[in-house]
């Protein structure tokens, strides 16, 4: 990440028109990511927001910062391009007392067009002469294509169990996909297991210590010991506007349109799979629809580009179809808890044991020797395809916040780290830290009623960090037990943004409705306060979707077999914002985790249930009761 | 095959049985109406035939010969306005689709209640979770009309 790259355009370019022409590698993806940084830009140039523009990132002329992902644009991509343009201008960066543009509320610049239906992703976008392609998988995982059937008529590209179409229009391109998918072959994969927490036990390659204290003397202070077993189920990125990439290959060069996270990644990726050299690839970055981590952005990538190398140098728009999207994207990974923790006579967490189990949160292609994409396993000359993995803590992927924010004097956190993937899972927004934090959470609420204390002074006896402490207290007041309302916090990665959630819910025997959320949020100095509040409005909401409804069940084609929150559906949310000058960081993810343990624990306060296996579905809450 | 398009007469030699959808998006250019699932499940296509939204995925050419459509391209640009002010989005994919169906019902239902805007929404799914905004800024179009 952030090498050195020989830019072709440099970062900041004045133009002659009096703008400013500015290159990022960090992309928007959905999340308003360009207005922030264009604000950043603007303040260190001395000039209004309107005289920015942010240029789309390729690989000929923007700069490598890795991934766009991490909520880490604010933190890494800002702090970089503040640097640029203060050695633009010659002078040192500014300090925040002085900003005036950092810190407003700015309108999102894309916003007017998109409502207005202008050609605003990479879905939209037309080039001359293209030809429309689809991929054709079945709607399961697969060893090898078996056979073809009849394709008279039809143009099919196919190299090994790699199957595309390629058509004039769009319309024949969805006609000859359905009629070869109707008669082709497959041999079927591995199944997915029903009941993934025992299948994950059973199939452990390491069992690594991601944290451990010891405290015998605070351990055998414990007179009450509590356990608690969790799980997550597969959940699905589910964008709205399913993958898309055009590519088109000329003179042995290729070129490719994607709403990848990753733009130098994926280049890297593309020239190992189809045997060519990164120089003689250029990436280019356009919109997609909302991205929220790996989705299926990388695959069509390479999938468009094996479709292009037959398409005689015209490009080729592939765009996956909803079923191909809900096939064939990485899912989140599911995953199993276990936690053990031991009480003193005054109620105070004395030693806390967390074990889990899961595959890697992370298979993102261009970082292993090994390819991560669908195609590179499935042409004649395949590759066997890299595990998922885990980034390092403290940030991490599995074990993202895995280890307590509190103060235990005891403590063990256990990664149980399962390689073989019978599903393949990869980043899903906050990775690891949905899970572990709904576990964390869930439990701390367990263990305040053991202690016989209320779930908001439980937490703040255990956590000496002011800002913690401060994000719950500004929730605090809203909190009413036995009104159908649970809290929940957690610092996301350890060492991110701040965040307390409180879920108001209504629970009719098993049927559950989230009808309020309140955050409260500590970002550092929000760069864009109403986009910082829209970005965690929207964490809320999709957050409390994951946790009500979401489970990935194999052979799901379209919305009616993976239901999200609906408009009716939907809980009133309300975001607090701390205001301080700390360095800023994303806001994106943190939400994630807490809500799910706040309407777990508002659940309980509504119903004296523990639901502990996700979703809180009316199925799973039977189970709960019954249990 | 003849058609109507934001009142302007067209012309279209697409096969008949052509989803609307791609008519319009790839042989008129209006793109603002989005593929989003191809089965009329998500809401992010939807245009109004003869004043009433169906998702132009799951409307065929043949069907809407002699019939006026309207897509995001053609509305007043009142809706769009009060999801401007509201900052109602993040990716903003499905919002053209929103604003075609909150037009429609705005038309209908010129003071609604939040429920009711919740009801005609329905069928519109949202992933980025900008729903509240989206009520707030039908809400503003009903103020402000009103």
């Known amino acids: ?627 | 095959m003849k058609i109507n398009v934001n009142g302007s007469p067209l012309e279209s030699s697409a096969h008949p049985d052509t989803p609307l959808l791609y008519v319009l998006r790839n042989d008129f250019g209006l793109v603002g109406s989005r593929f989003g699932c191809g089965g009329g499940q998500c809401g992010a296509c939807m245009v109004l035939v003869d004043g009433r939204p169906m998702a132009s995925c799951d409307v065929l050419l043949s069907f809407i010969q002699d019939k006026k459509i309207i897509t995001v391209e053609g509305l007043d640009g009142r809706v769009q306005r009060a999801l401007v002010a509201e900052q109602a989005a993040q990716c903003g994919y499905c919002m053209s689709g929103i604003a075609v169906s909150a037009s429609a019902f705005l038309q209908k239902n010129s003071s609604p209640t939040e429920d009711q805007i919740r009801e005609a929404l329905e069928k519109h799914l949202c992933r980025c979770g900008s729903h509240s905004r989206v009520i707030r800024a039908v809400q503003r179009v009903a103020r402000e009309q009103a």
């Open chain 1, 1 to 627: 990440m952030n090498k050195p790259e020989k830019l072709a355009v440099p970062r900041v370019r004045a133009e002659a028109d009096g703008t400013f022409s500015i290159t990022t590698g960090k992309v928007d993806i959905g999340q308003g990511i360009s207005t922030a940084l264009a604000q950043i830009a603007a303040e260190e140039l001395g000039v209004d927001v309107s005289k920015i523009r942010m240029l789309s990132p390729n690989t000929s002329e923007s700069p490598d910062e890795g991934v766009t992902s991490g909520s880490l644009s604010i933190q890494d991509g800002g702090k970089s391009l503040r640097a640029a343009c203060a050695a633009f201008r010659g002078s040192p960066e500014k300090s925040s007392e002085h900003y005036k543009i950092v810190g407003k509320s700015v309108p999102r610049l894309d916003l007017p067009a998109k409502f207005a239906g202008k050609p605003s992703y990479l879905q939209d976008m037309q080039l001359p002469g293209m030809l429309h392609g689809r991929v054709v998988r079945p709607p399961h995982t697969f060893k090898r294509l078996i056979s073809l059937g009849e394709t008279k008529g039809i143009t099919v590209v196919q190299d090994g169990s790699f199957v595309g179409v390629l058509a004039e229009t769009e319309f024949e391109a969805i006609e000859a996909q359905k009629k070869v998918r109707a008669r082709a072959k497959w041999e079927a994969g591995p199944e997915a297991p029903e009941d993934w927490a025992p299948w994950l036990k059973a199939h452990v390659a390491q069992d690594i210590i991601s944290k451990e204290t010891k405290d015998d003397a605070a351990k055998a202070r414990a007179v009450k010991t509590v356990k608690g077993a969790y799980t997550k189920p597969l959940i699905a990125h589910a964008s709205i506007g399913p993958s898309c990439a055009i590519a088109q290959w000329k003179d042995g060069k290729l070129e490719v349109w994607s709403h990848t996270q990753g733009i130098y990644n994926l280049r890297k990726e593309l020239a190992l799979v189809l045997r060519t050299n990164e120089a003689d690839i250029v990436v280019r970055h356009a919109e997609g629809a909302g991205c929220y981590g790996h989705n299926g952005a990388d695959d069509v990538a390479l999938d468009a580009a094996l479709l292009a190398r037959k398409a005689g140098g015209r490009p080729v728009r592939l765009q996956w179809m909803r079923d191909d999207e809900f096939a064939w994207e990485p899912y989140g990974p599911a995953a199993a808890y276990e936690m053990e923790a031991g009480l003193d006579a005054e109620g105070r967490i004395v030693f806390w044991r967390h074990d889990f189990w899961s595959n890697g949160c992370t298979h993102r292609p261009g970082r292993l020797d090994k390819p991560t994409l669908w195609a590179a396993g499935q042409i004649a000359d395949a590759f066997e395809r890299a595990p998922a993995t885990n980034p390092p803590l403290p940030a991490g992927g599995s074990d993202r916040n895995a280890l307590p924010g509190y103060d235990f004097p005891d403590q063990r956190v256990m990664n149980h780290y399962v390689t073989e993937m019978p599903v393949r899972g990869s980043s899903l927004r906050a990775l690891g830290a949905f899970g572990n934090v709904f576990a964390i959470e869930s439990f701390m609420d367990e263990l305040a009623l053991e202690a016989g204390s209320d779930p908001v002074s439980f937490r703040l006896k255990h956590l000496k960090d002011p800002r913690a402490i401060a994000v719950i207290q500004e929730i605090a007041p809203r909190f009413r037990k036995g009104a159908g309302h649970g809290i929940a916090y957690a610092k996301y990665k350890n060492l991110g943004a701040y965040c307390a959630v409180l879920a108001e819910v209504e629970a009719d025997g098993a049927e559950l409705r989230c009808k309020r959320l309140v955050a409260a949020v500590d970002v550092g100095l929000p760069v864009n306060p109403d986009g910082v509040i829209n970005q965690v409005e929207g964490g809320l909401i999709q957050a409390a979707s994951w946790t009500l409804k979401e489970a990935v069940k194999p052979g799901m084609l379209g919305w009616e077999d993976y239901p999200i929150l609906k408009f009716t559906e939907v809980p009133a949310v309300e975001v607090l914002l701390i205001r301080n000058s700390f360095n800023s960081v994303g806001a994106g993810e943190c939400t994630m985790g807490p809500v799910a343990a706040a309407i777990a624990n508002a659940l309980h306060d509504a119903l004296g249930v523990r639901a502990r296996h996700l979703p809180l579905t009316p199925e799973n809450i039977a189970k709960a009761i019954n249990a």
